[in-house]
């Protein structure tokens, strides 16, 4: 069975702090994304990746950095972090055309 | 720049009443759709992935795809209490590498 792996499941994290939220996947899949979702809403697209090496902005990219440093690996980093971006992140994988979404269990950030 | 609009945002039906979701999206080109269901704190679970217009069935779930109208609707027959969650359209678009965005989501609720 297909795996995405994140890490940390949960992180506390102080205003102005670095936070770097990483996501693994085992299915040699070539697109990978990062979302996150507020309490009870949908899942908003930051970054995503379709090959290694390079990243593209989602819909809401500020105050995010990506990095895609191997086809496996695909970080979400947030240089100064805020209030606002306390919410759960979820990373996914698909290897494209009509394959399945493969999600992450999904990454809960409190910005204290 | 795509956009996937849900409505209503919520709905609540009586047990084994149909109900219906509507998921509206802006770009024509867009060539892949899923429905999602996600129960309070926990992932997204697949629910029906449909291609091409038309009907696609998934037990007691059915997508319809209409591209020339903008609109992908799920239709859940004889829903049960357990079906009360959150559900999320998806869609790709065939180009811009792979860009997936999903809708803000409906808040469904089945009264016994």
């Known amino acids: 069975e297909a795996a995405v792996t994140q890490s940390p499941r949960s992180k506390v994290a102080v205003t102005g702090g670095k936070v770097t939220l990483s996501c693994h996947q085992t299915n040699n899949h070539d697109y990978m994304y990062w979302y996150r979702q507020d309490t009870g809403h949908g899942l908003r697209l930051i970054h995503y990746?379709?090959?290694?090496?390079?990243?593209e902005k989602g819909d809401i990219p500020d105050g995010y950095k990506a990095s895609r440093p191997s086809q496996e690996n695909f970080s979400l980093i947030l240089e100064l972090a805020s209030l606002s971006q306390t919410a759960v992140y979820f990373c996914a994988s698909t290897g494209g055309g009509n394959e399945r979404l493969f999600f992450g269990h999904g990454t809960k950030l409190s910005v204290l | 720049q795509q956009k996937v609009q849900q409505s209503p945002e919520s709905l609540t039906v009586s047990e084994g009443a149909m109900a219906s979701l509507n998921c509206t999206f802006s770009d024509r080109s867009s060539d892949n759709f899923r429905w999602y269901r996600q129960h309070s704190g926990k992932g997204l679970e697949v629910l029906v992935s449909i291609f091409s217009d038309g009907e696609k069935e998934e037990g007691s779930f059915t997508a319809h795809l209409n591209r020339a109208s903008l609109h992908v609707f799920l239709h859940i027959r004889e829903p049960q209490p357990s079906d009360s969650a959150l559900y999320l359209c998806?869609?790709?678009?065939?180009?811009?590498?792979?860009?997936?965005?999903f809708g803000q989501g409906t808040k469904l609720s089945i009264k016994p």
């Open positions: 998806a869609v790709r678009m065939n180009y811009n590498q792979g860009k997936l965005i």
């Open positions: 990746s379709y090959v290694a090496d390079s990243t």
